[in-house]
């Protein structure tokens, strides 16, 4: 069997082009996944589409819940808070016209606020498999391999960069800064990064 072309690495220009042709032609994919290792560019393709396709709703989902993601997409909607329950948000969007504006939802596999979190994968088994399959939105979203739980969605691979992020080769050589990087909060704290910057200012933290 010959290889699914859109499981090849692709560049970023490519896939911008590839998901503003899928919007614009009303693909026959329900959906959009953006995948692709650290670094690869994935949230700046979001942003280039934020710019490019008609009337957007954006949401950064680094350290957000399920359901404070939820509660931006019925913002960006009108919808109003339904409670705790939130029984009928389906239905409110889907009335509200959500599978009218694209979706674009970066950095699903950041959300929640620990990195062992396991809101990432309920982002998309909670809240876009709903919309999509039974509302009809159309979402274009940032994930990560181990999160994927999607059907009949168009996956693109984002291609490696030849090219080291600024900073990345000094910060894999400091224990301290590498410990910083993958500790189990996100956010540490400012004064944190800031004294261990003016120590490896070669690493370019600064303020």
Known sequence: MAPDPTNAPSSADQCVSRIQSWWHDCGPERSVELLGTAGTGRTEVLLRLRDALPDPVWVDATGLTAEEILGKILDAFEVSDLGFQRVDWVWALERAGVGSRPLLIANSQRAGRTRQSIQPSR??????????MEAGAKVIVESHPEDRW?????????????VSPPGLVVARSQPALRALAFAELRWTPFPVWSSRGRRHSACGLSR
């Open 123 to 132: 982002v998309i088994k909670r809240v876009l498999g709903p919309l999509v």
């Open 150 to 162: 999607l059907r009949d969605w168009l996956t693109l691979h984002l291609e490696a960069s030849a």
